[in-house]
């Protein structure tokens, strides 16, 4: 698959109102793609006023929908609203996330049920939904915002980086049985990046990782996240740091100790 040519083309992002999801919106309209952006009905207003600045700023056309994906339905509700937008999709955008931090067997079982259903379900089924007729009309792209809490295991937020574990081995597979098909899965990795998703549940202020790598910057990790996807990139880690540290940590290291160094830096100060 060469460069991607996103102009003209139909994007829908998922928790498209803050953080990550926001910043990539912005990034594919201002490659002229035309975009759906979903939010829960609690950010209704503020997701219609963003639209609008996009609509104003980058000359594209700009839907929003609602949806809960905690929701049983909330996939399948997700895809009819987009379907009573546009005819189809070229780019599904798997983005919206939840998080807690804590220790496992004190967090709420109702807390690793949210997290397991929109970080993993949602994802999947919103893939299962769409994906069929992209290889239908032999063309379509599934970007879904993983993490690098997918390639090591994440103590005191061990159900959120096993998601995304799940969805790093989903994406990596069904991108090989996907070959020749002209639709291809991408996975946008990122470190620890400064969005509301750091400041709920109980998240420290500070972590030793922070220390270490420090934070991203939203709009940085979509800038470079879209333009890797338009390179082609299959699973891109943004931060040129964390590339190198999760290369070594993952062919050098033997897993108790990758085990190790991350429930030490995974700690709040
Ligand atoms: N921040 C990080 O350190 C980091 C690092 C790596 C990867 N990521 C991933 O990046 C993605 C975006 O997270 P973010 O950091 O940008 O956080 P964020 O600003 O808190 O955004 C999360 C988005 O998910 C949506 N969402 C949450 N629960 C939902 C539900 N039940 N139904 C529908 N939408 C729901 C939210 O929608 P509302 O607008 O309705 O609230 C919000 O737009 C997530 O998949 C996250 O795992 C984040």
Redesign the pocket.
């Known amino acids: 698959m060469g460069i991607i040519n996103l102009k003209g083309k139909t994007v829908f992002i ?8 926001k910043e990539l919106s912005r990034c594919f309209a201002r490659e002229g793609s035309n975009l759906i952006l ?3 009905e ?2 209704k207003e503020v997701l219609k006023e963003w639209a609008e600045s996009l609509k104003r700023t980058y000359s594209v056309e700009v839907w929003t929908i609602t ?4 929701r049983p339905d ?1 996939p399948e509700d997700a895809y009819n609203q987009v379907k009573s937008c546009v005819p189809h999709i070229d780019v599904l955008v798997n ?5 807690a931090f804590g220790p496992f067997h004190e967090l709420s079982p109702s807390t690793h049920d949210q997290i397991l259903v ?2 993993a379900r949602a994802y999947m089924m919103l893939m299962r939904l769409f994906i069929p007729e992209m290889v239908q009309r032999k063309t379509g792209y599934v970007l879904n ?3 690098v ?1 997918a390639f090591v295991p994440t103590p005191r937020h061990a159900v959120y980086g096993a998601t ?1 574990a799940f969805i790093q081995a989903l994406s990596e597979a069904v991108n090989e049985e996907l070959k020749g098909t002209g639709v291809g899965i991408f996975t946008l990795n ?4 400064d ?4 400041r709920g549940d109980g998240f420290p202020q500070k972590l030793r990782f922070y220390r270490f790598a420090g934070k991203s910057d ?1 709009a940085t990790i979509a800038e470079k996240g879209v333009q890797a996807f338009i390179r082609g990139k299959r699973v891109y880690i943004p931060e040129p740091h964390l590339r190198f540290l999760f290369f070594v940590l993952n062919r050098f290291l033997p897993k108790r100790v990758i085990n190790a160094i991350s429930e030490l830096m995974v700690k709040g100060t």
């Open positions: 998922t928790g498209g109102s803050s953080g990550i999801g979903m939010s829960r609690g950010k949806c809960d994906l905690s909330g983005n919206a996330g939840a998080m929109v970080n915002v993983c993490s809490s995304k990122p470190g620890y990046t969005t509301p998703l750091l939203p």
